[in-house]
């Protein structure tokens, strides 16, 4: 029984250093894939081109290109596109790395 939990554990820890784990807080409701995102924090969970948003119980998964630059960000920053309710997130730009997250075009916001 112990070997069987200590596995699972080592699967499970290997699992999540697969995927770069990040925090960020936007600062406006926006939505992303058609969910609408309140402002406040959420850890933002990376694998491959897909995007992980959680909030407490609730996630949304979301394709994303991840490009790499030449220079760290100094703070993580986000940029949005539309105005008023329609707003959406267009990039986020990750604090601390090189890495920006590029969102798809969103239709029929």
Known sequence: ????????????????????????????????EGKQLK????????????????SGKESVEVPVKVQNGETKFDTTAV??????????IKEIRLGGTKTTLFFEEQTGL
Do not use: C, H, W
Request: net charge positive; glycine share 6%.
């Open 1 to 32: 029984m112990f070997k069987k939990f200590v596995l699972a554990f080592a699967i499970l820890g290997l699992a999540a250093a697969s995927a770069a784990t990040y925090r960020v807080t936007l600062s406006q409701p926006s939505k992303v």
């Open 79 to 88: 940029r949005y596109t539309g105005t008023g309710d329609k707003v959406s």
């Open 39 to 54: 402002a406040g924090e959420y850890r933002l969970n990376i694998a491959d081109s897909k995007l992980t948003i959680v």
